[in-house]
């Protein structure tokens, strides 16, 4: 039983919590909540269930792909037996509906609504017959959806506040770019495993130049909101730096983008401290 935990404890990368609940977290409390029943279990739920539900299918229908890929079976991603993916498929439902099902209890129906979608697109992405992940332009907007998602529900449960939306679209953005550019370092091995991405379509060179123009948009949207925000801006200024070296990258050398993408996941907990000391001092100010 212990095995099987630990198993399934790093399935659901547990370095990426962070960047599921966070954004939950800090926008309900940004758009107006309290630390209370609706917080800790949404907060809960976009912390461990979400990210094994997400990260668990990922694996169990990536198994052919990734079991060829040399970035898997580390912090990016775990690669198991077949024979254990009925345990992470159980685990992955056992522990995200009951989750689901109470948070659902607490929140109105846009917010219901909301939730629903972003977990239809958390199977979407992965699950065979509709494998969003392997079509183009499509797998990018889909998996920003899955990190956008949880502040979108909790801006659904709190009326949709008209000055989260700039935000929302940054963010968007920013999911949108962090995954095209994380799909340059498989462009080999995904044309080997006859699986499409938008890096795979673009190439190496026009994907990252994309990705750079993305980070650029959602930090200028960002800053455009003034005040803290502009903190928050600069901070994202990290991302362009982390991959505009490789500007002139190429196909064959896209295996390179991996430093990047190392680097990339030390990045979002660098950010994440500015944005949370700009949150603190947001919500002391208002006091």
């Known amino acids: 039983m212990k095995s099987k935990l630990i198993k399934l404890f790093n399935i659901s ?13 800090a926008g309900y409390l940004l758009l107006g909540g309290s630390v209370d029943a609706i917080f800790i279990i949404g907060s809960l ?11 668990g299918i990922n694996d169990v229908f990536d198994y ?39 948070f659902a209890a607490l929140i109105p129906t846009p917010a219901v609504i909301t939730l629903a ?24 907007i889909t998996s920003s959806i899955h990190f956008v998602g949880p502040l979108v ?9 008209v000055y989260v939306w700039p935000f929302v ?17 498989d462009i080999i091995p995904d044309r080997k495993g006859h699986i499409s ?13 994309l990705s750079v123009l993305l980070y650029l948009a959602s930090v200028i949207i960002v800053g455009m909101e003034g005040g803290m925000s502009l903190a928050v801006a600069v901070a994202g200024l990290a991302y362009v730096a982390n991959i505009a070296s490789y500007w002139r990258i190429t196909d064959k050398t896209s295996g390179a ?17 500015i944005v949370t000391m700009a949150l603190i001092t947001h919500l002391w100010s208002g006091l």
């Open 169 to 185: 679209l940054a963010f968007f953005l920013w999911g949108m770019a962090s995954h095209a550019f994380g799909a340059v370092q």
């Open 117 to 140: 979608s972003v977990l239809f697109f958390v199977v979407a992405y992965s699950i065979k017959g509709l494998r969003f992940k392997e079509k183009p332009f499509l797998d990018s």
């Open 13 to 25: 990368r547990p370095v990426s919590w962070v960047n599921t609940a966070y954004p939950f977290a």
């Open 197 to 209: 991405s938008i890096a795979t379509v673009l190439g190496a060179r026009i994907t990252i130049r």
């Open 45 to 55: 739920f976009f912390l461990i269930p979400y990210n094994l539900l997400m990260y």
């Open 257 to 273: 983008a991996n430093k990047a993408w190392r680097r990339f996941i030390w990045i979002n907990y660098a950010v994440g401290a």
């Open 64 to 102: 052919e792909s990734d079991i060829r890929n040399p970035r898997k079976g580390s912090i990016e991603g775990a690669v198991e037996a077949k024979s254990f993916h009925p345990t992470i498929i159980t685990a992955s439902l056992v522990s995200t509906v009951p989750f689901a099902v109470a």
């Open 153 to 161: 529900v909790a801006a659904a449960i709190l009326g949709f506040p």
